[in-house]
């Protein structure tokens, strides 16, 4: 191999990113297989992000690919192009791939491949990851405001209505002998 940097480009052109592509095919017709996926390249990456910058960059592009993915196969974001799912399926395959251009075995160079193809699909896709955020901000905040109004609430219902039916509503008795 050269001493210049991978280029995700030519990565996604070669024979082995193809075969994988033919595998990522494979993985959208099982969900649960391509959240197992999500999983282990999560996995992968958490043990990674300590490397470097490049890495950093690449665990948030990770997870925004990811989040998308996820989303997408659930039903919960539609209009994601099928090519697109598919080659986002097939760079997670890639990154999890120990051995493919420059094997991962190889601190720190062993990510740069990875990276590479990662940082080209993301650039490659940018119009379709720009409308996901903006599903995606707005599906959260739909669920934080669900989780809002469907919280209990432990408030008493009985307050301003007498406690006893003997009493009347406008008097409070209070325990004089309660230590503050």
Known sequence: MNNQAPDGKNISQSSFF??????AERYLKHPAEVTKLLNDAFKKATAKKSVGTLAAEAWENLQLLSRMIKSAVA?????????????????IIYFITPIDVIPDFIPVI????DASLLA?????IKTELDRFKEWDQM????????AHNNAPHNADSSFGTPKYSDRSGDTVEVDRHTEL
């Not at 039903?75 to 760079?91: H, Q, R, S």
């Not at 599906?139 to 669900?146: D, G, K, V």
Request: positive net charge; glycine residues 12%; hydrophobic residues 40%.
């Open 110 to 113: 062993g990510l740069l491949d």
């Open 139 to 146: 599906h959260q905040e739909q669920q934080r405001q669900a």
């Open 75 to 91: 039903g919960e974001y539609k209009g994601i192009p099928t090519t697109t799912l598919i080659g986002g399926v097939a760079v």
């Open 120 to 124: 080209w699909f993301m650039t490659s």
């Open 18 to 23: 193809k075969t994988l592509l033919a595998k």
